[in-house]
């Protein structure tokens, strides 16, 4: 088959790899109707995440099950299936209190590469979620979404308490930002504002229940949060970029007693001790748990309540994967979607 392959810092290849088989029982291969690039996948791109050699690149996809392993039972041949970027048994004491992202038994789904035209997919019971019926083309992208970047958001808005009477400010202009902007509208919340300098960016925040955009960074971005909140803070931050700058911010932007929810992939951030004992802000976040809100998210799709599939201003076929970094790389795209 076709993937996509990360030889080294900004050089994408599209080659040929080994065809995925069942290795366990538990395992299903699906032939993958849409994947795309993520935010994180940038990190080694740019040379700041060190790999070993040659790497499988991909980690979010959706498609249709071609094979299952003897033990599957959830999901069967011909049926279309939404998954996360981590692989869980959703059995474990540690999913079943909704953390699948730290099941005891997760399988890290970028080691196997979902830009490719077929992926393995290990503990298929436990990851995979199948719609009623094959989807139209069009509901795709906003099921693609659901694998990562838009339960990857909605984690951080719930993780930032983001709900009815409160105003929730989001840190980060990518797609998870941008789709935490849609989740706490989702969740009730009275005000959104946004931390964007980028007017496409900005005008699609709006589109998904921004109601305010800031456009300051750094100690000038907390100074315009504390303006827009009787100089209290926001009662919910979202973090969603992970540097030392934009966690700061986050903190900083949050008022006592306050919330932050934190999924950007931290890259040498530190917290100073003293600055959070007296700050009385609640930090939550990590890798996001998607498992947890497939269910509910697939349903919001379905029935077009959301449309997540929003954020995908770049589509194209995965030959061009490379590309699709590039614009990513340079901010010409906010996220790119690729057709097997």
Known sequence: MRGAVLHAPGDVRVENRDDPRI?????????????????????????????????????????????????????????FVVGSFWASDNTCEICRAGYQSACVNRVVMGDLGSQAEYLRVPLADGTLVATPEVPSADLIPSYLAASDVLGTGWF???????????????????AVGLLAVLAARQLGAERIIA???HESRQKLAREFGATDIVTER??????????????????????????QESM??????????????????????????????FSLVHLHGGPAPVRRFLPHLMELIGDRTIDPGRVFDLELPLEQAAEGYRAMDERRAIKTLLRP
């Not at 994947?35 to 740019?46: E, F, H, I």
């Not at 930032?160 to 980060?172: N, Y």
């Not at 986050?250 to 959070?276: I, N, Q, W, Y």
């Open 23 to 79: 290795e366990q029982p538990t395992d299903a291969i699906i032939r993958l109707s849409a994947t795309c690039v993520c935010g994180s996948d940038l990190w080694p791109y740019r040379g700041i995440q060190k790999l070993a050699g040659p790497t499988a690149m991909g980690h979010e996809y959706v498609g249709v099950v071609e094979e299952i392993g003897s033990e599957v039972t959830a999901v069967r041949p011909g049926q």
């Open 156 to 174: 951080a808005a719930v993780a930032a308490e983001a709900g009815p009477g409160r105003t929730v400010a989001v840190v980060g202009d990518g």
């Open 195 to 197: 931390m964007s300098r």
């Open 218 to 243: 750094g100690e000038a971005g907390v100074a315009r949060i504390k303006d827009l909140t009787n100089g209290l803070g926001a009662h919910s931050v979202v973090e969603a970029v992970g540097t």
């Open 248 to 277: 700061m911010q986050a903190v900083r932007s949050t008022r006592a007693g306050g919330h932050v929810g934190f999924v950007g992939v931290t890259h040498d951030v530190s917290l100073p001790g003293m600055e959070m004992f």
